[in-house]
């Protein structure tokens, strides 16, 4: 990662369910009225080749970067600008929460499950509807790229997830919810 460039973070498996082609297709619309952005999408999976087919054919090769497995997944949110969860379908995304720990402003597809629980759209990040064809996804992160303030804004809301899901937060609902005998 270049110390000059913003970036983009994805985090996932490399599967058909996590949509990176679509966060592929979004940069593309925008990445060339943005020299200063990359893209980082970090996991493993079967759609590797054909994702870098994609990034190859869009001439977005040495913009967008397909790292693969790391350790030190702290370190990328630290460094990251925006992140963006595409995912069709998640249970709890564990890497949407991790991102917004860290300051980092996101966008997410409003899957039926998890990102709503989350975000709250305009105010910490962005929410995309579940049916989006491209459109909002691509202005997304248009407006984010744009506007340094509003992600530094974002970024400082976001980390309230840290008390929204802390273990006392969480551990007292399901004591409520079981009338305190767990």
């Given at each position: 990662?270049?110390?000059?460039?913003?970036?983009?973070?994805?985090?996932?498996?490399?599967?058909?369910?996590?949509?990176?082609?679509?966060?592929?297709?979004?940069?593309?619309?925008?990445?060339?009225?943005?020299?200063?952005?990359?893209?980082?999408?970090?996991?493993?999976?079967?759609?590797?080749?054909?994702?870098?087919?994609?990034?190859s054919?869009?001439?977005?090769?040495?913009?967008?970067?397909?790292?693969?497995?790391?350790?030190?997944?702290?370190?990328?949110?630290?460094?990251?600008?925006?992140?963006?969860?595409?995912?069709?379908?998640?249970?709890?995304?564990?890497?949407?929460?991790?991102?917004?720990?860290?300051?980092?402003?996101?966008?997410?597809?409003?899957?039926?499950?998890?990102?709503?629980?989350?975000?709250?759209?305009?105010?910490?990040?962005?929410?995309?509807?579940?049916?989006?064809?491209?459109?909002?996804?691509?202005?997304?992160?248009?407006?984010?790229?744009?506007?340094?303030?509003?992600?530094?804004?974002?970024?400082?809301?976001?980390?309230?997830?840290?008390?929204?899901?802390?273990?006392?937060?969480?551990?007292?609902k399901?004591?409520?919810?079981?009338?305190?005998?767990?």
């Amino acid at each position: 990662v270049q110390p000059e460039k913003k970036l983009i973070l994805c985090v996932g498996r490399l599967g058909e369910e996590k949509g990176f082609d679509r966060v592929i297709k979004a940069f593309a619309a925008n990445y060339l009225n943005h020299p200063d952005w990359d893209l980082f999408i970090i996991g493993e999976g079967e759609l590797r080749a054909a994702l870098e087919v994609l990034i190859s054919s869009l001439g977005l090769s040495g913009r967008v970067f397909l790292p693969g497995r790391i350790g030190n997944l702290s370190a990328w949110y630290e460094r990251a600008s925006i992140f963006v969860m595409s995912s069709h379908f998640e249970g709890f995304p564990n890497a949407l929460l991790e991102a917004m720990a860290y300051k980092v402003p996101v966008i997410s597809l409003n899957c039926s499950t998890g990102p709503s629980d989350i975000v709250e759209n305009g105010f910490d990040g962005i929410l995309i509807p579940e049916n989006d064809d491209g459109d909002c996804l691509r202005a997304g992160l248009k407006k984010l790229m744009n506007d340094d303030d509003l992600r530094i804004r974002m970024g400082q809301r976001a980390v309230k997830v840290r008390e929204k899901f802390s273990m006392e937060v969480v551990s007292s609902k399901w004591e409520s919810l079981f009338g305190g005998d767990i």
